[in-house]
């Protein structure tokens, strides 16, 4: 398999070809260049005489279907075919298996996307909501999370909330919502990543770093208030791995 689904949908390709799926599947995760947001477009017809079509995202996953010369052949999400460059993508299991995910690496790319504007349903570069916000940051990282934020709140293990958060570990997953009232269920609606000292990061308008500290100037008091739960998925350091449930 490729990594890499299309960023744009594939409007006008009336040249594209449908393939069916492959017996064997190799998947490929496309690179992108630190500091850089230029991605590799797909392109569909024979190389070099081909049009492109779309990029795929960050993060995105595609289906090897061939290779030649410098290009893979790929089966984008909607069964069409193209043509990626060799140098736009690698294979997955390899890069998976070269990930690390500490919290450290974990901060550094949720930081990447500061300013990216939240989108409803959003998991991609384009756009996040705050569940695909942190399962893309995850996932960059070799951790694989659910899509939705009650899932996530089932993920990991749980991690005791006191008045001062001193039990929380940077990397930790944040949920806030409702508490369960009137003998209804408890309900998540938003989660962040905590990166320590009472900060954390999330996709809300945009993806921002906000506070738990009512006396900092970026405190969130909504957040502040409807602070749930935590749960922690990333590998004890020097440990076993905890096993995401």
């Known amino acids: 398999m490729l990594a890499g689904a299309l960023a744009a949908t594939l ?8 393939a069916a799926p492959p017996t064997e599947r190799q998947q490929l995760r496309p690179r992108h260049p630190r500091n850089s947001g230029r991605q590799r477009p797909i392109r569909v017809g024979q190389p070099p005489g081909h049009l492109q079509c779309g990029r ?13 010369g410098d290009w893979f052949k ?20 390899a890069w998976k298996a070269a990930r690390e995910p500490t919290a ?20 991609s570069p384009k756009g ?13 990282n070799g951790i694989d999370l659910m899509r939705d934020s009650s ?20 990397g930790d997953l944040l949920f806030f919502g409702r508490r369960p009232r009137r003998g209804g269920p408890e309900r998540v609606v938003h989660l962040g990543i905590y990166l320590g000292d ?5 996709s809300s308008e945009w993806v921002r770093t906000s506070s738990l500290d009512p006396n900092s100037p970026i405190r969130d008091e ?12 990333l590998p004890v350091q020097g440990g076993s791995d905890m096993g995401l449930l």
């Open 11 to 18: 409007c006008g390709c009336a040249h594209l070809e449908s």
């Open 56 to 68: 795929p995202t960050l993060g995105g996953e595609l289906i090897l279907t061939g290779e030649e």
């Open 74 to 93: 790929v089966k984008l999400p909607d069964q069409w075919a193209g043509f990626l460059p060799r140098k736009a993508a690698t294979d997955y299991g």
């Open 104 to 123: 450290e690496n974990i901060e550094r790319t949720g930081r990447r996307f500061i300013g990216r504007p939240y989108l409803w349903g959003g998991n």
């Open 128 to 140: 996040f909501d705050c569940s695909g916000f942190t399962k893309t940051v995850f996932f960059l």
């Open 151 to 170: 899932q996530q709140a089932r993920q990991g293990v749980e991690v005791p909330l006191d008045g001062d958060l001193s039990q929380l570990k940077k």
């Open 198 to 202: 009472k900060l954390f990061i999330h």
């Open 222 to 233: 909504d957040r502040i208030r409807t602070l749930l739960r935590a749960r922690r998925v």
